[in-house]
């Protein structure tokens, strides 16, 4: 309730009519009342005070009313606080055995701060005030604030110097659970069930990154495929697959990040496949980060060619081929005595070019070796 202070004794209002505002002394034992306007001034005085003023008792009310205002717009721990205040006032010694500890004000304090906090949002969709996404030094905050789903939203609040001090961390303490980091300074070796075994088990939780996906982790590669929607215009599908597409490539950029796995954006393609009898023209812009992701007409993926007919020809033509030079490999080893085209074709040239010099041919026979 409104204070009013008239020769160091305290009032509060008691009622107010259109013209008049009734105060009485704060003291029940005191039947001192007063008649202010509505602009609190000063009208008449009734009755007179049985005791004398309580001075002690108006510096503790500075002293609180102090601390509560730094509580409610400083984030400084309110035992701080109350330190603070008590080490620049100047009180008597009356008013510092009558003053309150911080144990004794707390509670009111911790109250008067949690009224201006916001409540914790019961829905997905809501605002984030710049106080709770900046520090101190106005630097960024809010690391991450991402809609997973409609029901799903990631927030990650950190400063720079945090990050810095996690990622240069070799141990993690989280939840009674270490974790130490180690590095993999190479590649395992090709057809060996190490590698895809510690893929496997690094991002065994893929999936929870990607909205509605059912994860199938074989050996060390990621493919994502995307069904369109039935009973709708083939316009609307591609549409509707464009902004899929997108959202599948936000949602592994910030999975990588999290992982600390980068993209091989090279490495990385989509291919669109139909059975109408024509394509998206233009082909959907397709960007994952900063990066744009090229269309291709065939990939191969766990050692199968796939191609946007999805049939069986890009495997038989790669095998016919991969048969055809291995061939050729065998009988250029049989009747050259060497495994290579190139070396092979180096001999010739350098009879070609000795020939030139007019050199006899037999003294050309040590350019074999």
Known sequence: KPLLLIDEYVFKLNKNTTTTKYWIYTLNECSAKVHTDLNSQFIKIFD????????????VREFREKVKQ????????????????????????????????????????????????????????????????????KNSFLVVDKMITRRQRILLFSSSEQLKMLFGAETILMDGTCSR??????????????????????????????????SFLFADDVAATMAGQMGIKYTDQCIDLEKRLASFFDNLEYYSVLSVQPINYKKTHAMWTARAVSYPNPMPILKCGEHIISWTNQF??????????????????????????RTTLVNTCKYAGVSSNEATNRPFACVFYMSEKSIPLSSVGRFYF
């Open 300 to 325: 191969k993926y766990l050692g199968y060619w796939i191609s946007t007919k999805l049939g069986w020809s890009s495997l038989i033509n790669y095998t016919l081929l991969k048969i055809r030079q």
């Open 181 to 214: 980091w180690f590095p993999i300074k190479r590649g395992g070796p090709q057809g060996s069930s190490l590698t895809p075994s510690v893929f496997i088990t690094y991002h065994s939780d893929m999936s929870d990154a990607f909205p509605m996906a059912m």
């Open 48 to 59: 007179d005070h049985n005791h004398f003023p309580e001075k002690e008792q108006l510096e």
């Open 70 to 137: 730094r509580a409610i717009h400083e984030t400084t721990p309110i035992p701080r606080i109350y330190d603070e205040e008590c080490a620049k006032a100047m009180l008597s010694n009356a008013t510092i055995a009558a003053l309150p500890s911080e144990r004794e004000m707390s509670s009111g304090i911790n109250n008067a701060r949690r009224a201006i906090t916001p409540t914790i949002p019961t829905a997905q969709l809501f605002e984030i005030p710049d106080l709770y996404s900046k520090t101190l030094s």
